[in-house]
């Protein structure tokens, strides 16, 4: 795959990461439903053979399951890919997430991810949010700013190599940037999610920040795998099932935007969940796109969409797909 800079940074990345969500497993506020572990270090390792160079994943994934998965799956690797991870969500004992932007509650954080993930540094930490469950700032201890000084520190100290956001506004980069610099942004996009495209992206295009974009296929809502069936079999302790995009009305709009996706695919000899990750791919502001990966089978059917070529008639069909779905 070919290699693009991510912002100002050292680090050359594959168009495609591999997301390290789904495989910390169920029982948790956001979670996926069960996840075998041997399964998620095979699809990690598929990943890394077809190329991709990086894998993100989060302390609270899993309430840090997901973490101690990655390291266990690249621990005799040499050279080890990228590893990305994400602080400020934190939890008790009995597994209430909570958020927190206190400098000693990020170093605490960063500490207990080196661990679980087995290395002497992360390559790109990130605030994985700026406030929580939509709610202003202020309910959390901490601040934007507060937070990012602990990175900076952090990274004068070797422990983490880069800093980055995650679903920040415009607002909130330009005072993260009042501190210090950020290597990128990591906020939602996809076709059934393009609200960073007004002010978002943007910002990160003229302040050189990149951005790595998560849930490209709408939490596989359209990689063409996704039924009714697949939908309403889906475990009580899977996040998706409480979504709007997978519930009526919205479901069946979606699933036609996905039949417009899987006719550009037969042309491009992609399938849907690839033409969606492209279509990401193909706005200039975009560095790379996270993957979330369960199986070593699902890679088959996703990393090609570093070599999909949408054409400028593509775009056009898919927009008349989204304006049929928004009717």
Known sequence: MTLRT??????KITPIGIGAWAIGGGKWEFAWGAQDDKESIAAIQAGLDC?????DTAAVYGLGHSETVVGQAIKR??????????CSLVWDESGNISHNLQAASIRREAEASLKRLRIDAIDLYQIHWPAWHGGPE?????SVEEAVGALAKLKAEGKIRNIGVSNFDAQQMQRALNVTS???????????????ESSIL??????GIGVIVYSPMASGLLTGAMTRERIAALPEDDWRKKSPNFKEPLLSRNLRL????????????????EVAIAWTLWNPAVTGAIVGVRSAQQVSGIVGAADVKLTA???QEIEHGLAQQAA
């Open 138 to 142: 202020g309910r959390s201890p901490g």
């Open 182 to 196: 950020i290597t990128s942004l990591q906020p939602p996009y996809s076709l059934l999610a393009t609200d960073v």
């Open 51 to 55: 190329g991709v160079n990086w894998i």
């Open 313 to 315: 008639g593509d775009m």
């Open 258 to 273: 996905v039949d417009t996706l899987r006719s550009i695919g037969r042309r491009r000899q992609a399938t849907p969940g």
């Open 6 to 11: 991510l912002g100002q940074s050292d680090l």
């Open 202 to 207: 943007p910002f990160a295009v003229e302040h």
């Open 77 to 86: 690797l040499r050279p080890r890919p990228y590893v990305f991870t994400k």
